[in-house]
């Protein structure tokens, strides 16, 4: 039987005939970072005119700057030349229409043992907005991180495809 990842192995033997990476810096040409949500809809390269080896993209659900992102932020900032953060939320994302509550209550359905989820935080995201603007600022106010980075936040909307800026 075939597999998707037989079809991925596949696929990636053609792809690679027309491989344009080799000789690429590892630091970003573009000097920015993207920190996303994993949603299958957003296309950073694709969308923002970006090709292969311009940005560091960094991607969770929701497009948080949690403790990792940050962990990965301090080494494109401080290592590989990166100076400018975009923290990209987007329309219709799932965090925003879940509570740690209702999350626990499916794995518990799904089978999960309660005990070990009690304590799961899955951080949903109440007001998006208010959600990228706390983000920024902790960026901004993060001792690992030098004062002058530009930093901003935005909106991918799904249906159209076009970003919007998040007001301060
Ligand atoms: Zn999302």
Avoid: W
């Amino acid at each position: 039987m075939t597999t998707i990842f037989d079809d991925l192995l596949a696929t990636n033997k053609v792809c690679a005939a027309s491989y344009d990476g080799a000789g690429l810096s590892r630091t970003p040409a573009r000097h920015l970072a993207i920190v996303t949500c994993m949603d299958t809809r957003i296309d950073p390269i694709g969308q923002l005119g970006l090709k292969r080896g311009d940005a560091h993209i960094l991607r969770n659900a929701g497009g948080r700057v949690n403790d990792d992102a940050l962990r990965s932020l301090v080494l494109s900032v401080q290592l590989l030349g990166v100076t400018a953060i975009a923290v990209i939320g987007h329309t219709d994302c799932a965090t925003a229409k879940i509570t740690n509550e209702s999350v626990r209550a499916t794995l518990i359905e799904k089978g999960v043992d309660p005990g070990v989820v009690t304590d799961l935080d899955v951080h949903p995201v109440g007001d998006q907005q208010q959600a990228i603007r706390d983000d920024l600022a902790l960026l901004a106010s993060s001792p690992l991180l030098p004062h002058d980075l530009a930093l901003a936040g935005f909106i991918f909307d799904v249906e159209t495809g076009e970003l919007e800026p998040v007001s301060s």
